[in-house]
Each structure stands twice: as structure tokens, then as C-alpha cells.
């Protein structure tokens, strides 16, 4: 009992270094908070966490060691992540000034059906943050990497699973945080007149990140 909790330890201290490193989850939960809001960060941060169980779970199946070992299949997830990621730039480089509304220019009937428009908006945020990672093949990489260099393979598959349930809560958590410091009044106050521009920067950032996953050495 006592080896699993030092392999645990081992497992949280790498997964909490790698998930609070600079990155496409990153970038993603700052941009939804700072455009979208609180909500469509929080669910975009659900969707980051789900992904990391889809990474545990192929990585205990063997499967993410047959993709890391076809050099095929690993450069079609490679450049398949490089281009959602460069999409998303795309979109945040067409972002518009928002105009700043009053009462008068939204009548009774712009708000119609609000619960059909947010849950509209809940799903698709949850799925761009379960792709932004998902598709990310440097996650792929790490994950692989975790469980075969640091995970013994005489740990049970149960205990393994747990490590995978503890970072996927982690992950959540972390970005549930970052949602809510990059939602503060304060902080979107002084954002919200320039917020075109940050997600300019944020889309030049993105477009950043699809080059270095396409042409960068991930071994």
C-alpha cells in the first residue's frame, strides 16, 4: 500500500507540473473566460477533464503505445490536433469588437428560449475543451510516458484507474479556477473594452501552438 502512495505521489506531482505549464488548455479557458464568460469557461473546463480520462483509458488498454510506435498513426493525431488547434486561432483572429448594449436595443424577443441557447452553448463549449485536449498530441505523449516510465506494471488496474480519476478532478479543477480568476469583475472590466484585441493575441497564440505541434519534436 505504501508503493502505491509514493507512485501516487509521483503521478500528481508530474500531472499538476504539466497541467499548470502554458498550453492549449490553457489558452482555450483564458479565451472563453475573457469572451464568453464564467459558464462557457466552466464548461470547457469539464470538457478538458473528461479528456484526460480518455487519455488514462488508452493508456491502460496498451492502445496508446501501438500509436506512439506507428509513426502513421501518430503523425495523423499529430497534425489532426495541430489543425483543430489552428482553426480555433483562425476564429479568435476574426473576432469583432463586441457593441455595448442597452435596454433598449434588446427587445422581449432577443430573449427567447434562453435555456435552449445555453445549453446550445454549454455543449458546444464542453466538446472545444474535450478536443483541445484530446487532440493534443503532446497530452498523448505525456500520458503514454506517465503510465509506462512512472506506473508499475505489477499496479493493480484499479489503482492505476484511480490515478486517471484523480487527474481527470484535478484538471477540472485547476481550469474551474482559472475560469473564475479570469472572470472577476475587476478583471473583466479592464478587459471587456479591448477584448477583440485579446482574443487577436489570444488566436496568434493559438496559431503559435498549431505550428510548434506540427512541426515540433514531441519524442
Given amino acids: 500500500m505504501h508503493d502505491y502512495w ?9 500531472h499538476l507540473l504539466a497541467v499548470a505549464s502554458p498550453g492549449p488548455d490553457f489558452a482555450i479557458v483564458v479565451k472563453q473566460s475573457l469572451t ?8 470547457t473546463s469539464g470538457g478538458i477533464g473528461l479528456a484526460i480520462l480518455l487519455h488514462v483509458t488508452y493508456s491502460l488498454l496498451g492502445i496508446g503505445l501501438l500509436v506512439r510506435s506507428s509513426e502513421v498513426w501518430f503523425n495523423v493525431l499529430k497534425f489532426a490536433g495541430a489543425a483543430y488547434i489552428a482553426w480555433i486561432g483562425v476564429q479568435a483572429l476574426r473576432s469583432r469588437p463586441l457593441p455595448v448594449l442597452t435596454p433598449a436595443d434588446c427587445p422581449p424577443a432577443a430573449f427567447a428560449r434562453p435555456q435552449a441557447v445555453e445549453r446550445g452553448d454549454s455543449r458546444n463549449a ?21 503510465f509506462v516510465i512512472v506506473v508499475s ?12 480519476l484523480w487527474m481527470a478532478a484535478v484538471t477540472a479543477a485547476w481550469f474551474s479556477l482559472v475560469s473564475v480568476l479570469f472572470t472577476q469583475p475587476g478583471v473583466r472590466q479592464r478587459f471587456i473594452r479591448h477584448g477583440h484585441w485579446i482574443d487577436r493575441a489570444l488566436g496568434l497564440v493559438f496559431l503559435g501552438l498549431a505550428v510548434s505541434l506540427a512541426l515540433g519534436q514531441l519524442e
Avoid: C, D, H, M
Fill in 36 to 43: 464568453r464568460g464564467r459558464r462557457t469557461a466552466l464548461w
Fill in 6 to 14: 509514493v507512485e501516487f505521489s509521483k503521478v500528481a506531482l508530474a
Fill in 153 to 164: 506494471p505489477e499496479t493493480p488496474k484499479l489503482a492505476q484507474a484511480a490515478y486517471g
Fill in 126 to 146: 464542453f466538446a472545444t475543451g474535450f478536443l483541445t485536449n484530446a487532440l493534443n498530441p503532446k497530452a498523448t505523449v505525456f500520458f503514454i510516458s506517465l
